[in-house]
């Protein structure tokens, strides 16, 4: 069965929610606990597989929300996934701190403008 692609919205909203709880503890929390690191990084390739799969079901995502980097999410999901090794903790952190809660704005902006409101729970 084929999803429209504000399912694929609102399951970055889902990812969001998550990474948020596990690392309610904070920084140090997350740079001391691999099990947190992982977690995260694994929500984080969720997102940019999302925004991936988003595009392909014609949410046409730089047109209705242009001050998100999407591009970006999507290469940091390739970046994750491909060049594991190669994880910049620092980074992923910021992008924890800074970039999630815009990302989490942007989608819930756009999913108000359809009248869903931007609840994650919603399937």
Same mark, same amino acid.
């Given at each position: 069965? !084929?999803r429209?692609?504000? @399912? ?5 909203? &889902?990812? =969001?929610?998550?990474i948020? *709880?596990? /690392? !309610?503890?904070?920084r140090r929390?997350? *740079? ?6 992982? !977690? ?6 969720? =997102?940019?597989? !999302?925004?991936?799969?988003a595009?392909?079901?014609? @949410?046409?995502?730089? &047109?209705?929300?242009?001050? =998100? $980097? +999407?591009?970006? =999410?999507?290469?940091? $999901? %390739?970046?994750? #996934?491909? $060049?594991? +090794? %190669?994880? /910049?903790? *620092? ?5 924890? *701190?800074?970039e999630l809660?815009?990302?989490? %704005? ?5 999913l #108000?403008?359809?009248g869903?409101?931007?609840? @994650? %729970?919603?399937?």
């Open positions: 069965m !084929a429209d692609a504000d @399912a694929y919205l609102r399951d970055i909203l &889902e990812s =969001i929610a998550v948020q *709880e596990y /690392n !309610a503890k904070g929390h997350f *740079e001391k606990t691999r099990l947190v690191r992982d !977690a995260t990084a694994a929500r984080l390739m969720q =997102i940019g597989q !999302a925004v991936k799969d595009q392909a079901a014609g @949410a046409k995502l730089d &047109e209705r929300a242009p001050g =998100i $980097r +999407w591009r970006d =999410i999507a290469g940091m $999901r %390739d970046r994750l #996934a491909h $060049r594991y +090794w %190669d994880v /910049n903790h *620092e980074i992923v952190w910021l992008v924890i *701190e800074k809660p815009k990302l989490k %704005d942007g989608i819930d902006g756009l #108000a403008a359809k869903e409101g931007g609840r @994650a %729970d919603r399937r």
